[in-house]
């Protein structure tokens, strides 16, 4: 099963209310410190988050940059001008897909994701589209689940994945890492603290 970006968008704006509720407890044992972690590694005055859906990652932007932030779900994107508004987060919020991003080329010093590409119809596009925007020896940063190492793991993320997919519009079973590997980067590092479904992988054009 693949869904195109319209059939995954109405599934985002069917959960965008509950979204946080839903992936809580996640949040709290594991998401929360890899996000600390990603955002550590982000560099320059100029930095890009696409797919900031509710604005999970509004409390580790740093604080001296120039943050622009997108994503494709309006009703994800309503979530988090309600907590930009909220907070008082300077942040430039737009409507946009990953797929088609509407920057010039080297606008942007970072560029940030974080469980986005899960939820990418075209995967290889949507990592042109960031390495096309993202300056010239800037870094692009993925925090991503993928398909564990581990056969029996792999085989039942595989199994249960269609019905993911069907529910949230998300692959849980993506070899982002690979994905990133195979295309144009100077380099590509995995961050040695990634665990086997969890990767923090740091790209430099």
């Not at 519009?169 to 479904?197: H, L, M, P, W, Y």
Request: aromatic share 10%; charged share 25%.
């Amino acid at each position: 099963m693949k869904l195109d970006s319209a059939n995954i968008i109405k599934k985002y704006n069917r959960i965008a209310p509950f979204y946080e509720g839903m992936e809580a407890i996640m949040e709290g044992l594991f998401f929360k410190h890899w996000r600390e972690k990603l955002w550590a590694k982000t560099e320059g005055q100029h930095i890009l988050e696409v797919g900031v859906g509710t604005g999970k990652n509004f409390a580790y932007y740093p604080k001296n940059a120039k943050v622009t932030a997108i994503d494709f779900s309006p009703a994800m994107l309503a979530q988090a001008k309600l907590k930009k508004d909220a907070r008082g987060i300077n942040v430039d919020l737009h409507l946009m897909d990953i797929e088609f991003l509407q920057f010039a080329d080297n606008s942007f010093d970072t560029v940030v994701a974080s469980f986005v590409f899960c939820s990418v119809p075209s995967p290889a596009k949507g990592l042109k589209e960031l390495q096309r925007v993202c300056k010239p020896d800037g870094k692009v940063l993925l925090l991503e689940h993928v398909l564990s190492s581990q056969r029996l793991i792999a085989k039942l993320m595989n199994f249960v994945n269609p019905l993911v997919l069907s529910l949230v519009g998300a692959n849980i079973n993506r070899n982002t890492v690979k994905s990133v590997q195979g295309g144009t980067f100077r380099f590509v590092r995995v961050d040695e603290r990634s665990s086997d479904i969890i990767k923090l992988i740091e790209a430099v054009k």
